[in-house]
């Protein structure tokens, strides 16, 4: 069965899924401006640290395909470029991968080669080498993403010997599925590659409050696709471990990453660093996968990581589909409610960060780390390039 398709994108035109209204209707938002892509990104339509990145890169391709820049010097295009990548950057500040997507992007419009051209080819020549950038990240993240699948599966089997008789157990946290990227996802294509080998016996998800994507997103996405699969609160995940890690054979708990820093250090959804206490606790691997797109060797721990800080009525207030007195879902009605007193304070950090030392691996597209004889996380055989520096 097909993935789902958060992102759909042709040479000047973007179509990316409402993920507001999942799982009860699909809904496609055209996005075609750098302001509509900051939007779309900062209400949380899209999110997941590679589709934000995605999304911002390719909506400033269409905006330029589509005359958007009105530059008439190689000068001045360039400056253009910069400025909209800076605005857009601001939209997720955690998520490195927008940060290293612009970087990469601003390294292409500058590395365009412009010798013996003048207006207008020279300022084409500029617009075509941010958009086939633009295009490659998009590419590049659905190969990267099979990949961690990949290697996350090997690494499992491996490590517990599953076998088709002898099947894993797993829980993830938040999305980190199509959803949530180009396709296949991180954490979540690491549970689908396992349950393509046959090696999967169950996979739980958190529902991820307060904003729900587990229960709205990587339960929709699991459904979807046929995998088996039990939805939990956060809270639950302790007695899971004690009362079902046997029983059910869980061995991991499998993670997204926002950004990974130089000593392993993780930011990932809010409720990640209470799952790798309990984890630790109870004897069950805590796996993080993240492309190298995700990691950020220039901070060297957790501690200089910017945590985003949300609005209180995401605790507070929900939204959703209307259930009727007989029991039936109203897919056409939506409803918004309130949960809490709303004149009670409310903190409400979306990321929180997990020390390395409670991670046992880190899976990107080039392969898995483990930390050394010295506890600590090595990323040169996977970086080597930006390890050095």
């Given at each position: 069965m097909a993935s789902l398709q958060a992102i759909k994108y042709s040479r000047g035109k973007l179509l990316v899924l409402d993920q507001l209204r999942l799982p009860h209707e699909h809904h496609y938002d055209e996005v075609s401006t750098a302001e509509e892509a900051f939007e779309c990104i900062?209400?949380?339509?899209?999110?997941?640290?590679?589709?934000?990145?995605?999304?911002?890169?390719?909506a400033h391709a269409v905006e330029l395909q589509n005359g958007g820049c009105t530059a008439t010097t190689p000068e001045d295009t360039i400056a253009y470029i910069e400025s909209r990548l800076d605005y857009l950057k601001e939209s997720r500040p955690t998520a490195v991968d927008l940060?290293?997507?612009i970087a990469l992007l601003k390294l292409a419009a500058r590395a365009t080669k412009l010798e013996g051209l003048a207006y207008p080819e020279a300022k084409e020549a500029i617009l075509n080498s941010y958009i086939e950038a633009a295009e490659n990240i998009l590419a590049k993240d659905l190969e990267n993403n099979?990949?961690?699948?990949?290697y996350g599966a090997a690494w499992l089997q491996q490590q517990?010997?599953?076998t088709p008789d002898r099947p894993l157990s797993v829980l993830t946290h938040c999305n980190t599925g199509s959803l949530a990227t180009s396709g296949h996802g991180t954490a979540l294509g690491i549970i689908r590659s396992v349950h393509a080998q046959g090696l999967l016996k169950h996979a739980f998800c958190t529902e991820t409050r307060p904003y729900n994507q587990g229960s709205r997103l990587t339960s929709f996405e699991l459904v979807f696709e046929g995998i088996p699969a039990t939805l939990i609160t956060d809270s639950m995940a302790a007695a899971l471990f004690a009362q079902q890690r046997a029983r059910m054979n869980i061995g991991a708990v499998?993670?997204?990453a926002d950004r990974v820093v130089r000593n392993g250090d993780t930011a990932n959804k809010i409720g990640t660093y209470a799952l790798a206490v309990l984890a630790r606790h109870h004897g069950v691997k805590f796996v993080v996968a993240a492309p190298?797109?995700?990691i950020d060797l220039d901070t060297e721990n957790g501690d200089g990581?910017?945590?985003?800080?949300?609005?209180?009525?995401?605790l507070t207030q929900i939204s959703g589909a209307v259930v009727e007195p007989d029991g039936k879902v109203d897919?056409?009605?939506t409803a918004r409610v309130a949960i809490a007193d709303q004149r009670i304070a409310v903190w409400n950090p979306a990321f929180d960060v997990t020390p390395h030392t409670l991670i046992d691996a880190i899976v990107t597209e080039r392969g898995t780390v483990v930390k050394g004889a010295d506890g600590r996380f090595d990323f040169s055989q996977v970086l080597p390039e930006r390890w050095r520096r």
């Open positions: 900062r209400s949380m339509r899209v999110r997941g640290a590679p589709a934000i990145a995605i999304v911002a890169a390719l940060s290293n997507a099979t990949s961690i699948g990949s517990f010997n599953a499998i993670v997204g190298t797109t995700s990581i910017k945590i985003e800080e949300r609005k209180p009525e995401e897919t056409t009605r």
